[in-house]
């Protein structure tokens, strides 16, 4: 019995971390590969939440949930404020193609390339797509791994009860 009650209270802490977890100050490439510090770049000017994405060009449910992003962008915008956000963790061999397939795709959204996976590392992003929501403070208020058809409406669900908490 204390035991489990050990392993239930270690749990929360564990929760009470990730959900108070900051935008790591680590370098980032832009597309056209000038060198910006991640906390200058990963913000909502207008002091909405942002959704940031972590993916890869050779990730195809990265590339599904970000068109379905894309797609739903413009009213997510108007009606919680949210600044979507991407990071690609493509590799040396296939970091030249993170803008052309950006550009290809005419994703409407700020695009950085973690070259040396350092914001990776730091938000311990195992596996992509990892989608990261941060309040407008910065920190992150939750997170999502994987993407199949529908998660987007729990993405929405959660932008609207941050967009309603800030009311």
Not at 2 to 19: A, D, E, N, W
Not at 57 to 76: A, F, H, R
Not at 142 to 149: K, L, P, S, V
Request: charged share 25%.
């Amino acid at each position: 019995m204390m035991k489990q009650l050990i392993l239930l209270l270690s749990f929360f802490t564990i929760i009470g971390t990730v959900s108070a977890q900051e935008i790591p100050s680590v370098q980032l490439k832009t597309l056209d590969q000038q060198t910006v510090q991640s906390t200058d770049v990963i913000v909502n000017e207008n002091d909405g939440p942002v959704l940031l994405c972590f993916w890869a060009t050779y990730c195809k449910p990265c590339v599904k949930e970000l068109s379905t992003y894309n797609e739903l962008y413009p009213d997510w915008e108007d009606e919680t404020g949210v600044k979507i956000i991407l990071v690609s963790i493509d590799n040396a061999r296939s970091v030249s193609r993170v803008a052309p397939f950006v550009n290809g795709k005419a994703w409407d959204f700020d695009v950085f390339i973690d070259t040396n996976s350092d914001l990776k590392r730091a938000m311990n992003v195992i596996n992509v797509p990892h989608t990261f929501l941060l309040d407008a403070e910065g920190n992150v208020v939750w997170q999502h791994t994987a993407f199949m058809d529908g998660d987007e409406e729990k993405v929405y669900e959660e932008l609207l009860k941050l967009s309603e908490s800030k009311e």
